[in-house]
C-alpha cells in the first residue's frame, strides 16, 4: 500500500506541473498579444530567362534591402515597399535554389 501512496503522489505532482506549465504559457500569450509584430517580406517570383537575366519579384511593406546569392554568383538589391520587380544578369541558370537575405529573414526559392 505505501508503493501506491508514493505512486499517487508522483502522479499528482506531475499533473500539477503540467497544469501550471499550460497557465503560464497561456498568461504569457495572453500578455503579449496583438504587441508582437513584424514585416516579411514575400517572394512572389523568381525566373531565369535565356538572354541571361534573373527576374524576381519581390512583395515588402517597407523598403529595405535584399541580398540574393545563388550557386555561381550574388547581388544586392534594393526593394521600395510594396511590388519591387528587379532583373539581375545571370549568365547560367541557377542549379540550386535561390537564398534571400532580408533584415530580418531568410528565403530560399527555386528558379522557374
Given at each position: 500500500m505505501h508503493t501506491l501512496d508514493i505512486?499517487?503522489?508522483?502522479?499528482?505532482?506531475?499533473?500539477?506541473?503540467?497544469?501550471l506549465y499550460v497557465l503560464y504559457q497561456r498568461f504569457v500569450r495572453m500578455l503579449s498579444r496583438d504587441r508582437i509584430q513584424g514585416t516579411y517580406a514575400q517572394v512572389a517570383d523568381c525566373t531565369w530567362h535565356s538572354d541571361g537575366r534573373l527576374v524576381v519579384v519581390i512583395e515588402m511593406k517597407e523598403a529595405g534591402w535584399c541580398q540574393l546569392k545563388w550557386e555561381g554568383g550574388e547581388a544586392q538589391i534594393q526593394c521600395a515597399s510594396g511590388r519591387h520587380e528587379e532583373s539581375v544578369e545571370a549568365p547560367h541558370k541557377p542549379a540550386g535554389n535561390v537564398e534571400f537575405t532580408f533584415e530580418n529573414q531568410v528565403i530560399r526559392r527555386k528558379v522557374d
Amino acid at each position: 500500500m505505501h508503493t501506491l501512496d508514493i505512486l499517487s503522489q508522483v502522479l499528482f505532482v506531475g499533473l500539477m506541473a503540467m497544469l501550471l506549465y499550460v497557465l503560464y504559457q497561456r498568461f504569457v500569450r495572453m500578455l503579449s498579444r496583438d504587441r508582437i509584430q513584424g514585416t516579411y517580406a514575400q517572394v512572389a517570383d523568381c525566373t531565369w530567362h535565356s538572354d541571361g537575366r534573373l527576374v524576381v519579384v519581390i512583395e515588402m511593406k517597407e523598403a529595405g534591402w535584399c541580398q540574393l546569392k545563388w550557386e555561381g554568383g550574388e547581388a544586392q538589391i534594393q526593394c521600395a515597399s510594396g511590388r519591387h520587380e528587379e532583373s539581375v544578369e545571370a549568365p547560367h541558370k541557377p542549379a540550386g535554389n535561390v537564398e534571400f537575405t532580408f533584415e530580418n529573414q531568410v528565403i530560399r526559392r527555386k528558379v522557374d
